[in-house]
């Protein structure tokens, strides 16, 4: 119900996009979101946006780089990544949930779609 695509290899500095198509349920009570997980960390929480509203929530060391939007028209997220870091890299998933956006515990999402590699080289 979720596919996320978009990942790849950069350089330091570069910017991706990222997308994550929804399907097969109507996710407009929804909170969707991006998290991910390098080798050998946990799943963390990146950023997510409510479906209705598009109130959006970010951890503090994406601020001012990452942007999350919705087209509801697509039934697709996007999570614009730019000035990428090396400590960016990771396997990106997006997910969706009922409760709120303020809640950033991975164990609240209950639909994940498949991740997508991101690598940053320095």
């Known amino acids: 119900q979720l596919q996320a695509s978009g990942g790849g290899l950069v350089q330091a500095g570069a910017s991706l996009r990222l997308s994550c198509a929804a399907s097969g349920r109507i996710f407009s009570r929804y909170a969707l979101g991006w998290f991910r997980q390098a080798p050998g960390k946990e799943r963390e929480f990146v950023a997510a946006?409510?479906?209705?509203?598009?109130?959006?929530k970010y951890r503090d060391s994406v601020k001012g780089r990452f942007t999350i939007s919705r087209d509801t028209a697509k039934s697709t997220i996007y999570l614009q990544m730019n000035s990428l870091k090396p400590e960016d890299t990771a396997v990106y998933y997006c997910?969706?949930?009922?409760?709120?956006?303020?809640?950033?515990?991975?164990?609240?999402?209950?639909?994940w779609g498949q991740g997508t590699q991101v690598t940053v080289s320095s």
């Open positions: 946006i409510t479906w209705t509203g598009g109130i959006t």
């Open positions: 997910a969706a949930k009922g409760g709120s956006i303020q809640v950033v515990d991975v164990r609240t999402y209950v639909y």
